[in-house]
């Protein structure tokens, strides 16, 4: 299965703007993370938190993985990490176990075989709206979040799917909310 994990607030922005090296959720966008506060709890924002970190992988864009810090080469656990591109700089050797590749295709299935029987987990707008397009993606989990940041990245700028509500958790300050892509 091939779940995007995203933070979105309620008018659709996963970073405010600005969001650069040095200010990667932009302006105003750290509120979107608040949840992660309860991330070690017991309640539902805990029980999100572990189910990602027990994805056997994980596709990223290019931009998500940079501004990331590249994480250092270890997202968690040292699954393999799949970038997705548009180029590949062959001096440019990305850390640990990650990977760059510029075929969605072959990122989703590598990365699901190498997930074996575990998730697989995806950050990144540009990653969502490409294995989307390419019917890649299963499931869209999104942690919503009760704040309008006006302005921003968004998560789904031009994207169309029919999706299936299939679960719920609500928490301090975020409505965590899978979809199953029909």
């Known amino acids: 299965m ?6 979105m607030s309620l008018d659709g922005f996963i970073a405010g703007p600005d969001d ?4 990667e959720l932009g302006e105003g966008g750290g509120r979107l993370f608040n949840w992660l506060d309860d991330r070690h709890g017991d309640g539902p924002s805990g ?3 572990r189910e990602a970190l027990a994805t056997g992988a994980l596709i990223s864009g290019r931009r998500t993985f940079e501004l990331a810090g590249r994480w250092g080469g270890d997202h968690h656990d040292g699954v393999p990490i799949h970038v997705l591109t548009r180029h590949v700089d062959p001096a440019d050797t990305p850390p640990g176990s990650a990977r760059f590749f510029t075929d969605v295709t072959a990122a989703a299935e590598e990365a ?7 998730d697989v987990m995806v950050h990144g707008a540009s990653a969502a709206r490409a294995l989307l397009d390419a019917r890649q993606l299963d499931e869209i989990e999104v942690h919503l979040v ?9 998560l789904f700028d031009g994207a169309k799917a029919e ?3 299939v679960r719920r958790l609500e928490d301090r300050d975020v409505l965590h909310l899978r979809y199953r892509v029909r």
């Open 2 to 7: 091939i779940r995007l994990y995203m933070t």
């Open 20 to 23: 650069r090296p040095g200010q």
């Open 47 to 49: 029980q999100v938190f």
């Open 146 to 154: 009760p704040v309008l940041l006006g302005a921003g990245r968004r």
């Open 112 to 118: 699901r075989a190498a997930a074996g029987k575990r």
């Open 163 to 165: 999706l299936e509500l």
